[in-house]
């Protein structure tokens, strides 16, 4: 019987790791049989949304069809294992193969071989770097790429997409690498137009917004590209010169490690970071927004982890990068998806066309699938919140207004390590100048800032600081100087006679630098007469001071437990000193008296 107790236990804590590994596993063990019918219905939309956009990204990248298709199996399979949200679906990302066509096509110099190549050991190095921020737990670069940063990548990124799909729905070959020369020769490019590929855009367009309008939930992409495939192969249009996609080697791909050289790969490392940090931000945004609205939480270094896993899988089945995609998340969430069955379905049906269904596909025209990733990247833009930043947060609309024209001007690459460099500058220059306040005390006897509502007032011979940052050796100077400043402001108006600092946001480490910037603060108030409180984490403050050889207490830095205490305290000292000064004056007054009388 025990033994049996010990094997349960066992199996219990096993299936616990295993859960906590892979989470897709827990909610497959507890899969009810009423979702199957909405999981299947969205698997189908997901599918149908799906295939035309991984063949359009695919041509995108500057790889053949069939690798858009790779792209999507292995990484919906193993993002539904170990990713954390139920409704997320990953794949090909307009945003993840602009990058990768940017760095990627200078360094193969036209050799499609060694540009494959290149993409897959791009795209291992990328899940790599996801696998060792998952190791460390950097989830929290979530947060790092704010949102304006975020918008002003992702707007530029599509316009660039946008310009670069005009080569194939208007027929001509762009000479130049950047938007900016390839916009000024758009007079020259114009005249060169191919009529027949232009008119087969049109007629892309066309086919689309009918179907929106007629049956909104089909996949209207699928359907655009099928009438093009279907009359380039009825009318025999290459004979026009219209350009198709050409031969796709369907069947199983075969598993392989990448095969590159040394020094091309050496000049992958740091894109595949940028790559990395942008497609897990991009990522967590959407994955967020629909946890949040199906009510459960997701966990952001797991999901570092299922896109390092799926990134990699996705280069050993000879695809490349992955992100999650929001348009087919909107779609799943959208037809009801419940769990990660939907990923599978979607997975399972697309491998089928990757093996057995390839051969219509090389009919498929180029135009036809320019059109649908200008459509995918207009629904990126969106020009207007960036706008609308300026009137609510101007700071966050210079960030996203500095990364929008930094892609647009320089290019991709470029403008995505600016906008890193912009969210570490960002964040360091919070860190290192933040937010302070002086509190004081309102008519109810609460804390709160002193500002223009006058809602509080300061207390009488104490002044009350708060620094909005943790204190660290970068900050601490900046520290010393904002509570000196505040402190002759205040002593201006009324003699302060003690010091209290809101140690809980600030005092959060130990920093050797900060504990001597405390010294010189204790010195300088100490020649005004003036003491020093340290309010809050007593405890931690203490130890602090005895592994520093400070001095606390009646001789040294007064620390107290809170703010209320610290000025309780504080008031109760003047209160006890004015009573012995005027218990002193009174016994002056009876001496005099006393001696009076003698004399007299």
């Known amino acids: 019987m025990i033994t049996t107790y010990f094997i349960i236990i066992e199996v219990v804590v096993l299936l616990s790791r295993l859960y906590g590994f892979m989470p897709g596993l827990e909610t497959f063990s507890r899969y009810e049989r009423s979702w199957l019918k909405d999981d299947?219905?969205?698997?189908?939309?997901?599918?149908?949304v799906a295939l035309p956009v991984a063949i359009a990204y695919a041509q995108l990248t500057g790889v053949n069809a069939a690798v858009g298709l790779y792209s999507c199996v292995l990484p919906m399979l193993i993002y539904a294992l170990f990713g954390t949200s139920r409704q997320l679906i990953v794949g090909p990302d307009a945003a993840t193969c602009a990058v990768i066509a940017a760095v990627v096509t200078p360094l193969a110099a036209g050799d499609s071989l060694k540009h494959?190549?290149?993409?897959?050991?791009?795209?291992?190095?990328?899940?790599?770097?996801?696998?060792?921020?998952?190791?460390?737990?950097?989830?929290?670069?979530?947060?790092?790429?704010?949102?304006?940063?975020?918008?002003?990548?992702?707007?530029?990124?599509?316009?660039?997409?946008?310009?670069?799909?005009?080569?194939?729905?208007?027929?001509?070959?762009?000479?130049?690498?950047?938007?900016?020369?390839?916009?000024?020769?758009?007079?020259?490019?114009?005249?060169?137009t191919h009529i027949p590929t232009l008119l087969m855009a049109i007629l892309t367009v066309v086919v689309y917004f009918v179907m929106k309008r007629l049956k909104p939930t089909w996949p209207a992409s699928m359907f655009a590209i099928a009438v093009g495939g279907a009359l380039v192969w009825a009318f025999h249009l290459t004979d026009y010169d219209v350009a198709v996609i050409g031969s796709v080697a369907g069947g199983l791909p075969s598993f392989q490690a990448p095969v590159f050289n040394i020094g091309i790969a050496r000049e992958l490392v740091m894109p595949a970071l940028n790559l990395a940090m942008v497609s897990f931000v991009s990522m967590m945004l959407t994955a967020r927004s629909f946890a949040a609205k199906n009510g459960?939480?997701?966990?952001?270094?797991?999901?570092?982890?299922?896109?390092?896993?799926?990134?990699?899988?996705?280069?050993?089945?000879?695809?490349?990068?992955?992100?999650?995609?929001?348009s087919r998340t909107a779609v799943n969430d959208a037809n009801g998806g419940k769990t990660q069955l939907v990923s599978v379905i979607a997975a399972v049906l697309i491998a089928v066309v990757a093996v057995f269904l390839t051969a219509p596909l090389e009919f498929i025209p180029s135009a036809a699938l320019g059109v649908v990733l200008v459509i995918a990247s207009v629904h990126l833009i969106d020009l207007k919140a960036i706008w609308g930043l300026r009137l609510r947060d101007r700071q966050a609309f210079y960030l996203a207004l500095t990364t929008?024209?930094?892609?647009?001007?320089?290019?991709v690459i470029p403008g995505i390590t600016l906008a890193v460099l912009l969210g570490l500058f960002q964040f360091l220059r919070t860190v290192m100048r933040p937010t302070d306040q002086v509190l004081g005390l309102d008519a109810k006897g609460i804390?709160?800032?002193?500002?223009?509502?006058?809602?509080?007032?300061?207390?009488?011979?104490?002044?009350?600081?708060?620094?909005?940052?943790?204190?660290?050796?970068?900050?601490?100077?900046?520290?010393k100087r904002r509570l000196?400043?505040?402190?002759?402001?205040?002593?201006?108006?009324?003699?302060?006679?003690?010091?209290?600092?809101?140690?809980?946001?600030?005092?959060?480490?130990l920093d050797l630098s900060v504990m001597a910037m405390l010294t010189d603060i204790d010195v300088l108030l100490r020649k005004r007469g003036v003491s020093l409180v340290l309010a809050g984490r007593k405890r931690q403050l203490i130890s602090w001071f005895e592994q520093t050889d400070m001095v606390s207490g009646e001789e040294g830095i007064t620390i107290r437990s809170d703010l209320y205490l610290a000025l309780k305290m504080q008031q109760s000292h003047v209160a006890a000193c004015e009573a012995q000064q005027l218990d002193d004056s009174h016994s002056d007054d009876s001496t005099e008296t006393?001696?009076?009388?003698?004399?007299?």
């Open 404 to 411: 929008f024209l930094a892609v647009l001007f320089i290019g």
């Open 40 to 48: 299947v219905r969205a698997g189908l939309s997901v599918a149908a």
């Open 296 to 326: 459960y939480d997701i966990d952001a270094d797991k999901e570092f982890k299922a896109l390092g896993l799926a990134n990699i899988a996705s280069a050993l089945s000879q695809g490349f990068a992955v992100s999650g995609a929001d």
């Open 594 to 600: 006393v001696l009076t009388h003698s004399q007299i």
């Open 484 to 509: 000196l400043e505040r402190f002759a402001r205040q002593n201006q108006l009324e003699t302060v006679e003690c010091v209290i600092i809101d140690a809980v946001p600030c005092f959060t480490h």
């Open 447 to 479: 804390i709160r800032s002193l500002d223009s509502s006058d809602k509080a007032s300061s207390v009488p011979g104490v002044f009350i600081y708060r620094f909005n940052s943790p204190l660290t050796y970068f900050n601490a100077t900046y520290f």
């Open 116 to 192: 494959w190549q290149l993409v897959m050991t791009m795209t291992v190095m990328t899940g790599f770097w996801c696998l060792i921020a998952s190791r460390f737990k950097l989830g929290v670069l979530a947060d790092f790429l704010s949102k304006p940063i975020l918008m002003g990548l992702l707007n530029g990124v599509a316009i660039t997409i946008i310009v670069g799909q005009f080569s194939k729905i208007f027929g001509f070959t762009f000479d130049e690498k950047y938007l900016l020369e390839r916009l000024g020769g758009a007079p020259s490019y114009l005249s060169q």
